[in-house]
């Protein structure tokens, strides 16, 4: 197993201006290589601070990946901190510099000189091409040959960096950790804690590796085996995952709820309607996040006020005095007056109390009901007594509204939860109140 | 000047599962008070990383802030590391083992044994509250005390890290920096560049400092001043702001567009109505993550397809069809329609071409049309051409909208957009390709 350091550089990153997500992005991917990343180090601009980055990276682990600091401004100085560290000569690439020229010939703009600067190449490095900017990355050998530190340099802007590392380092990476035998797969799901999801798949036979990351209010599983018939292996764990853990992996890989019932409602040509309150917009916003999202997405109805769930979703006034809004019975009944007013197949509807105010010993904060009106079936509704703050609860109702979409479409059971080991995880591993 | 280094701790970190936020927030404040963060060293549960980030870090800074591993489980190794590494025995502080039972039997959940380790802390420390969780927070005074290090511990989740931060640490450690005598302020501003806004800001007279952080589609600004009579000096610069930026400040400090429209509409008793297309939800979905937004804000009508436009707005399709869904026109009939549905005192309405399809030569992708209705005024009209992928171009449309709102009840004169030095900053600032 190989270990790994991250350098990320830049003035902005240590004075808060921009939250750095080259390095989890990177982290993640090695992770997939079975590469361990010990350390990230995180500099501004400046040649003593490099210095100790790239000195004390060097002697953390055996492979260096760096972004950043190589824009063609006096203050970015990576390459000149990498030539004179590891004693190499600086010299301009000429491939590179014309194709710099040729950008901006293309672009139809004059050439600051300054931007020869990103030519500029350690003796012996082996140039990473990048295809959305100037600056190309690097790769370098340095230091004892017996026990040589693999060195990359990459730029910082994350659209240029992120293509590189996947199509240019990745696959370098994978034989230099004697790879080629390494193949991993990540699971989307949603309902199960992280700790149930451990319960379940450890009881999956074979010696595949588990990690699992919270995005709350999702869990994604990801399993990387090592050795012989590394494809086959994968589809029968994934025979396993699906057959143990059925209904609560909703996707594989880069995916999201919304694109997935997305998904689900274009392939069966089926049209949505919402009828949101307390998640106030939410899920129809994350519907629309979607491209393409008009071909099945009609429209929704905010009705944050009562008055509002009356006059546009023809919720009576007697039954709001008799059940309060925050009702299965109203949620029922703002789904089928939202798929009535937009002619739509299908409509889901929300009402709960997001907080911090409005909750009562009864409806507590977090407390929201959910009904679902469809084509020839009986409407649905239930109750589900969330937690968290205003914004996690909005989350969270969100999401329910859209896996009860999913879960519709599909013919699935309800989502339950509060049964052992079902909760969402919450976000932080780390959080210790017992609230 | 004093320096600081911060350390970032946990597995999830260095895994790529979690985006450290925490030390962009920290630095962002030590910026405030003149603090330099000279370097963040991020690395997971293991004792040998640990002793070297602290180590290390101590040799960088005279202050060390570090959050994370003070969870109640074995890998949570940050207060032994601390403990061993400056010959600091460990002792259960009683106050808090007694907030941490309480805080169990308040929650009526059993306590699991473990929960205790969280209340050792190094001899000498003096205890940070934790409002919000069961971890205190510690600082140390450590090394040699003719040039003594600072070391602070904080936990990592950010809901408890960042108001112990806040309230707690900035405070002393403006003493520690010999502040008293530095001062900030921030102002919000919208619709200008971060270039725009330096020029203007570059001719106010005076010695103090700016910075900015651009958070597409905003721009923040800082002004630090040190020395004598720093409120005053802060006063003035805080005139000669207003009086050069005008209108495109909407707010100080830690605030929102949202928040900054609730409270005008809550101060004048106005409510507010949305008619949304291409923001699909985004406009409603901000209002509501402010708490008490039921006060002001009715309801929206999130009329995604043509026939909901129709339906629940009452847009006539003779004029859908004469000027298209993406016009002034239907934008404005959409705001009536809105405002006239729910009762609503301001209605803003929002149709354009979000992409990446859907656009043509003459109504390209980013071209999004803004309707406001009102008691008592003519309903204006406006189209901007915006920019960016999908996701862009509704945050950027969902802050017009919410701009509008605010522009209207302070009798503000239209957004403009496009002039020179008027655009929103783009969020990096490294991008080195050309186009």
Known sequence: MIDAAIISTGDELVTGRTTDTNAGFIADKLLGLGVDVVGILTVGDRPERLRWAWTEACKLAHVVIATGGLGPTADDLTTETVGALFGRALAADPAIVERIRELFRLF????????????????????????????????????DPGDPRHVVVLPGVPREMKPMLTDTVLPWLATLAGAGRIGYRTFQTFGISESGLDEVIAGIPGEGRWSFRANFPEVSVRVTVRGEQVEARLDAFAREVYARLGDHVYGEGDTSMELVVGELLRARGLTLALAESCTGGQVAHRLTNVPGSSAYFLGGINAYANTAKETLLGVPAALLAAHGAVSEEVAATMAEGARRALGAAVAVGVTGIAGPDGGTAEKPVGLVCFGLAAEGVPTVARRYQLWGNREWVKLLASQIALDWVRRHVLGLPLLELGRRGAAPARPQRESVGPG
Chains 1, 2 share one sequence.
Request: no cysteine; glycine share 12%.
């Open 108 to 143: 139809n703009r004059p050439m600051p000189e300054n931007n020869l600067k990103q030519a500029l190449i350690p003796a012996g490095a082996v140039v990473l091409p990048n295809p959305l900017g100037t600056a190309p990355g690097y790769r370098l050998e340095v230091g």
